[in-house]
């Protein structure tokens, strides 16, 4: 299956990789934009608290994704995944988990 970049008029999606605590975790999105990413990653990694992403560019430097720094990002990804590295607290499975990324939009 190709991870070409098309959106969803395309009828193609990306797929996004998550590494988490050692472990990659694999979902798609229909469109390549900031809040979907997001939303995918929350969705991959439930129970999360303060979940920051970052990502590699062309130097190598681990760099902060952001809105600001998305297109930065998808210009690392050109011809395969979109790729992120997720960091944060997990919450236990008896309390409530505030501060979703997804909700900080």
Do not use: H
């Amino acid at each position: 299956i190709d991870s070409s970049f098309k959106t969803s008029r395309g009828g193609e999606m990306s797929v996004v990789k998550v590494t988490f605590e050692g472990e990659v975790r694999r979902g798609r999105v229909e469109e390549v934009a900031y809040e979907a990413v997001v939303k995918v990653v929350n969705e991959l990694v439930p129970d999360v608290q303060g979940l920051v992403l970052r990502y590699v560019d062309e130097d190598g430097d681990v760099c902060m994704l952001t809105e600001q720094t998305f297109d930065d990002f998808v210009d690392q990804c050109k011809g395969g995944s979109l790729r992120v590295t997720a960091a944060g607290q997990r919450c236990r499975r008896d309390r409530v988990c505030p501060g979703k990324i997804w909700r900080q939009l």
